[in-house]
Nanobody, 126 residues
Framework: QVRLVESGGGLVQPGDSLRLSCSASGFTLDAYAIGWFRQAPGKEREEREGVSCISSGGEQKYYVDSMKGRFTISRDNAKNTVYLQMNSLKPEDTAIYFC????????????????WGQGTQVTVSS
């Protein structure tokens, strides 16, 4: 059974950092581009916002403009895990963060992956 699992979310204060992880069971991630998306409170699934995407080998990365400089995506294929390092977190970063996988980098980046995880909650509040 193909499954993506996110972890690392939590409650933090503005300015803090978090590192999210996306791991897989039932398949290996090294053949897939992986994207991170988020769904803010009160938003529907169709309103999920793209955050970042990384190609299967890690050589190609994409960030939504508002995340550039604060978020960093990386992967360790030996550990079958993709990471999203989030620094200088703001209250408006509060959302459920999802990872998603697909064989085509730009399809994943545009929000059309083949697989989705269940999400991890990130809350930024003082």
């Amino acid at each position: 059974q193909v499954r993506l699992v996110e972890s690392g979310g939590g409650l933090v204060q503005p300015g803090d950092s978090l590192r999210l992880s996306c791991s897989a069971s039932g398949f290996t991630l090294d053949a897939y581009a992986i994207g991170w998306f988020r769904q803010a409170p009160g938003k529907e699934r169709e309103e999920r916002e793209g955050v970042s995407c990384i190609s299967s080998g890690g050589e190609q990365k994409y960030y939504v403009d508002s995340m550039k400089g604060r978020f960093t995506i990386s992967r360790d294929n030996a550990k079958n895990t993709v990471y999203l390092q989030m620094n200088s977190l703001k209250p408006e970063d509060t959302a459920i963060y999802f990872c998603a996988a697909g064989p085509n980098f730009w399809r994943v980046a545009s929000g059309s992956p083949d697989y989705w995880g269940q999400g991890t909650q990130v809350t930024v509040s003082s």
